[in-house]
């Protein structure tokens, strides 16, 4: 079945970085487009990072653009979030999501980042 598993998540001060991993299995990973999201608190979920199927193109929040980069290993099967100069705001549970045109998104089960001295 599929499966997203999202890894890397923890406690970090303020301008660490953190480098978030999200493996896939059980669909055809280079045909999806990959993205990472985040909900804290109180809040919706929000779109970090989107990366297409070979990866020529990326796109950021605003809140993280120059911070965060989106990449991902189709070999691997694997999208990865380094996420450099965190801040306190970066806190929040971050997901992984595939998808395509046609196919209803999946979600991994979320990793928690914490930014905070």
């Known amino acids: 079945q599929v499966q997203l598993v999202e890894s890397g998540g923890g406690l970090v001060q303020p301008g660490g970085s953190l480098r978030l991993s999200c493996a896939a299995s059980?669909?055809?990973?280079?045909?999806?487009?990959m993205s990472w999201y985040r909900q804290a608190p109180g809040n919706e979920r929000e779109l970090v990072a989107v990366?297409?199927?070979?990866?020529?193109?990326?796109n950021y929040a605003d809140s993280v653009k120059g911070r965060f980069t989106i990449s991902r290993d189709n070999a691997k099967n694997t999208v990865y979030l380094q996420m450099n100069s965190l801040k306190p705001e970066d806190t929040a549970v971050y997901y992984c999501?595939?998808?395509?045109?046609?196919?209803?998104?999946?979600w991994g089960q979320g990793t928690q980042v914490t930014v905070s001295s």
């Open positions: 999501n595939a998808h395509r045109a046609g196919s209803p998104p999946w």
């Open positions: 059980g669909f055809t990973f280079s045909s999806y487009v």
């Open positions: 990366i297409t199927s070979f990866g020529g193109y990326t």
